[in-house]
């Protein structure tokens, strides 16, 4: 068990919906990453928090967006979905500084239909 | 810009043998950690070996072993005596600590054979 929670684990949708991902790091993590995994492929960086304030944005559409709340947990909301959204979405907290490394959670599997 | 380059898509080994994976990155910062996650079946990402930029010495963890060679800014992964339980999805990453910022290569997926 990394520490890191995501739920939910499963989620089916349609097309044009909209759907909030949530993610709880580590206690006392205080940067979380999103990343998008589609099938057998690699980590797309999506965006990084780190205590409330966005760090780094990656390859994020526009249709998605994040935010850190003071608890330091995340949610990744995704709207006007496609099929193409369809994927694993991981969240990974870490401490910050040195010492650490990305503690991932299990992912949320999300299925457009 | 960072960037991290696994050049094997795929790669088999028979169980028993030794394979290396290949990692090569480029940073222009000097503070950096280097790690392989792996990520079987299951779809979960564990964290197998990492290397602090600062050392000189090659981490090992058990049959895992990195050969970091920092001027020519590579780290590959040596797993030694490969068992079935091997086969996953091997991804290198460099974390810059002062940025907090991590970057993943596309991975190599890795299959043990009987």
């Known amino acids: 068990d990394s520490g890191v929670t995501q739920t939910p684990k499963h989620l089916i949708t349609a097309t044009g919906q909209r759907v909030t991902l949530r993610c709880s790091p580590r206690?006392?993590?205080?940067?979380v990453y999103w990343y998008q995994q589609s099938l057998d492929q690699g980590l797309q960086f999506l965006i990084q928090?780190?205590?409330?304030?966005?760090?780094a944005k990656g390859n994020i559409l526009e249709r998605f967006s994040a935010q850190q709340f003071p608890d330091l947990h995340s949610e990744l909301n995704l709207s006007s979905l496609e099929l193409g959204d369809s994927a694993l979405y991981f969240c990974?907290?870490?401490?910050?500084?040195?010492?650490?490394?990305?503690?991932f959670g299990q992912g949320t599997r999300l299925t457009v239909v | 810009a960072q960037t991290v380059t696994q050049s094997q898509p795929e790669m088999s080994v028979q169980e028993a043998e030794t394979v290396t994976l290949s990692c090569t990155y480029d940073?222009?910062?000097?503070?950096?950690?280097l790690f392989w996650y792996k990520q079987p079946p299951s779809r979960q990402m564990i964290l197998v070996i990492r290397?602090?930029?600062?050392?000189?010495q090659n981490a090992t963890e058990n049959r895992f072993s990195v050969n970091f060679q920092k001027a020519a800014k590579s780290f590959s992964l040596k797993i030694s005596d490969s068992q079935l339980g091997d086969t996953a999805m091997y991804f290198c990453?460099?974390?810059?600590?002062?940025?907090?910022?991590?970057?993943f290569g596309s991975g190599t997926k890795l299959n043990v054979k009987p």
């Open positions: 990974a907290s870490s401490a910050g500084g040195r010492n650490t490394e990305a503690f």
């Open positions: 206690s006392g993590d205080l940067s």
């Open positions: 928090y780190y205590n409330g304030e966005e760090r």
């Open positions: 940073t222009s910062e000097n503070n950096y950690y």
């Open positions: 290397q602090e930029a600062y050392k000189q």
């Open positions: 990453a460099i974390l810059l600590y002062n940025f907090n910022k991590f970057y």
